[in-house]
Nanobody, 118 residues
Framework: QVPLVESGGGLVQAGGSLRLSCAAP????????MGWYRQTPGKEREFVAS????????DYTDSVKDRFTISRDNAKNTAYLQMNNLKPEDTAMYYC???????????WGQGTQVTVSS
């Protein structure tokens, strides 16, 4: 199992910002598309954003476009999710994902809680 370590979650008021970080071992990070997913109790985990291995391509779910930005620092083996103008409906456990295409394998972090109060 590849350890992905997330950080940056917390409690914030609506309209506020948070930045999530996900650190991965270099050997995995350098070969992985990185993504963020979120999950609330009783619901399936849903896709939030992703970034390709070289950072040249990003994708977002419609509900976070123009508010969230995914990025990666390949020198630090870390992916980020900058979340602005947060809304109560963004409240969820956020999970980092590393997808290694050549092995078609996915690795997950332990999750970091984001709570947005109204």
């Amino acid at each position: 199992q590849v350890p992905l370590v997330e950080s940056g979650g917390g409690l914030v008021q609506a309209g506020g910002s948070l930045r999530l970080s996900c650190a991965a071992p270099g050997r995995t990070f350098s070969r992985a598309d990185m993504g963020w997913y979120r999950q609330t109790p009783g619901k399936e985990r849903e896709f939030v954003a992703s970034i390709s291995v070289n950072g040249g391509s990003t994708d977002y779910t419609d509900s976070v476009k123009d508010r969230f930005t995914i990025s990666r620092d390949n020198a630090k083996n870390t992916a980020y999710l900058q979340m602005n103008n947060l809304k109560p409906e963004d409240t969820a456990m956020y999970y980092c994902n590393a997808h290694v295409r050549i092995f078609n394998r996915d690795y997950w972090g332990q999750g970091t809680q984001v709570t947005v109060s109204s």
